[in-house]
Nanobody, 123 residues
């Protein structure tokens, strides 16, 4: 079982920045992909950003390209996303996700979820 713990959520005004972090621990015996999903009230959970298991490739949803940057720490089982120029529509619960596969930007591929951290952007 892989445990994911997020940190760094909060409230900001539009145009502001936040960085979310996630640390994976537990039974990790092979490379895992890691990513961030978000879910706003009344909406489906959507993939926002992800890094492949080998760390070579990244995915960013069209809605966040140019504003969000995803990175993996020197300890490979840590993940961060820096969110710049935040918009009210970025308001959501953000979840760290992981899977023992190359990619995990699709919700159907996720094997492990964090508990979520709230991001609120005010106009």
């Amino acid at each position: 079982q892989v445990r994911l713990v997020e940190s760094g959520g909060g409230s900001v005004q539009a145009g502001g920045s936040l960085t979310l972090s996630c640390e994976a621990s537990g039974s990790i015996d092979r490379p895992i992909c890691m990513g961030w999903f978000r879910q706003a009230p009344g909406k489906e959970r959507e993939g926002v950003a992800a890094i492949s298991a080998d760390g070579a490739d990244t995915f960013l949803a069209d809605s966040v390209k140019g504003r969000f940057t995803i990175s993996r720490g020197s300890a490979k089982n840590t993940l961060s996303v820096t969110m710049n120029v935040l918009k009210p529509e970025d308001t959501a619960m953000y979840y760290c996700a992981a899977a023992a596969r190359r990619w995990c930007w699709n919700r159907a591929w996720i094997e492990n979820w964090g508990q979520g951290t709230q991001v609120t952007v005010s106009a």
